[in-house]
């Protein structure tokens, strides 16, 4: 008899439920949040088990890739799904959840989640600390300079060594701030120069990948984006059809549909947030920054006329994201068309 299991996912330990293709409960319990100890319960109360469920979270993919290594057949069914299937219980509690889990898995009606490799998390891991490196050094440098126009030190616009450099010059030995900004400066240079460092890996780490260098050859597209774009997706294969790449981005726009009454919202701004910010950038320098022509950029162009330039360069990144998806998977290059071709 086929048998179905629940894991409702906690820090120390996780509910498991275990249920037969009827939906009778055969077992409920606990066991520690370790691949070890969830294996060892499993494979004893459920050795038949044709599908263990559990919601995507902080330990889920260190989870399903610990699981999947002893060939057991675990799937990661999408958080925001299980919620609003779980919702519908009078009483929650790790039991009642993994219970509704198992019932999930039982039934089919869930959605899986593709879990990156280790390849990717490792990458992606790079990416997620370097821009909060960014954050860090720039909420340094806009506290700085608002300590310094409370004392009405202006300058322009400078990052990096420039900014300090331009600092020390306003900010002498005997000035009042001098104590106080110190610290930050020295702060801000280590941020500085561990930026470097992660910036000199991702550039290795492009030269190194032949499918990075031709999603570079996109305009507006560097090394950062490219690497980005490659460990988010991952498996270009799981999508369909690469328009519905910009819907897995958060890059369409929301849509609520009743009777009469069908309005289109603002994009809806799911999916990877950091992906999603370097391909608005993308298009940003595509529309203001580049100076080869193309049929992509006077598409953004024109369109910017009519509706706006932040919805055009939304627009343009959408349109960016299914390039790249097409370039990664047909193994091709971006061509540049001619204007008067156009």
Same mark, same amino acid.
């Given at each position: 008899m086929k048998q179905y299991v629940g894991l409702d996912v906690s820090q120390r330990e996780t509910a498991v439920c275990v249920v037969d293709e009827t939906g009778r409960m055969i077992f409920e319990g606990r066991a520690k949040s370790n691949p070890g100890a969830l294996a060892e319960l499993i494979r004893k109360k459920a050795p038949c088990a044709e599908r263990?469920?559990?919601?995507?979270? !902080?330990?889920?993919? +260190?989870? +399903?890739?610990?699981?999947?290594?002893?060939?057991?057949?675990?799937?990661?069914?999408?958080?925001?799904?299980?919620?609003?299937?779980?919702?519908?219980?009078?009483?929650?509690?790790?039991?009642?959840?993994?219970?509704?889990?198992?019932?999930?898995?039982?039934? *089919?009606?869930?959605?899986?989640?593709?879990?990156?490799? !280790?390849?990717?998390?490792?990458?992606?891991?790079?990416?997620?600390?370097?821009?909060?490196?960014?954050?860090?050094?720039?909420?340094?440098?806009?506290?700085?300079?608002a300590m310094l126009k409370e004392h009405g030190l202006l300058f322009e616009r400078a990052i990096g060594s420039m900014f300090r450099r331009k600092v020390v010059e306003l900010v002498d030995t005997g000035h009042v701030l001098r104590d106080v900004i110190e610290p930050?400066?020295?702060?801000?240079?280590?941020?500085?120069? #561990?930026?470097?460092?992660?910036?000199?890996?991702?550039? *290795?780490?492009?030269?190194?990948? #032949?499918?990075i260098r031709r999603l570079m050859t996109v305009p507006g597209i560097g090394a950062i984006t490219a690497l980005t774009f490659r460990h988010t997706i991952d498996d270009p294969s799981r999508f369909r059809s690469a328009t519905t790449i910009g819907a897995y981005l958060g890059l369409t726009p929301r849509r609520k549909q009743s009777g009469e009454?069908?309005?289109?919202?603002?994009?809806?701004?799911?999916?990877?947030?950091?992906?999603?910010?370097?391909?608005?950038?993308?298009?940003?320098?595509?529309?203001?920054?580049?100076?080869?022509?193309?049929?992509?950029?006077?598409? *953004?162009?024109?369109?910017?006329?009519?509706? *706006?330039?932040?919805?055009?360069?939304? !627009?343009v990144a959408r349109k960016l994201a299914v390039i790249l998806h097409c370039i990664w998977v047909d193994g091709t290059t971006f061509e540049w068309s001619s204007e008067k071709k156009a």
């Open positions: 263990i469920g559990f919601e995507t979270g !902080a330990m889920s993919s +260190w989870l +399903w890739h610990e699981l999947t290594r002893i060939d057991l057949p675990v799937v990661c069914i999408d958080a925001r799904h299980a919620k609003a299937a779980l919702s519908v219980r009078m009483n929650k509690s790790d039991e009642n959840d993994a219970r509704g889990l198992a019932e999930l898995v039982r039934i *089919g009606w869930y959605r899986e989640v593709k879990v990156k490799s !280790a390849e990717s998390q490792q990458v992606r891991s790079l990416l997620v600390t370097r821009s909060r490196l960014i954050q860090i050094r720039r909420d340094l440098e806009n506290q700085i300079r930050l400066l020295s702060i801000h240079e280590q941020v500085c120069r #561990e930026q470097e460092k992660l910036d000199k890996r991702m550039a *290795g780490l492009a030269r190194t990948d #032949e499918t009454t069908d309005t289109n919202g603002k994009t809806s701004k799911w999916g990877d947030r950091l992906l999603r910010t370097y391909l608005f950038e993308a298009a940003s320098v595509l529309l203001h920054r580049t100076k080869k022509w193309c049929s992509l950029k006077a598409w *953004g162009l024109r369109l910017a006329k009519r509706i *706006g330039m932040k919805k055009a360069q939304v !627009a």
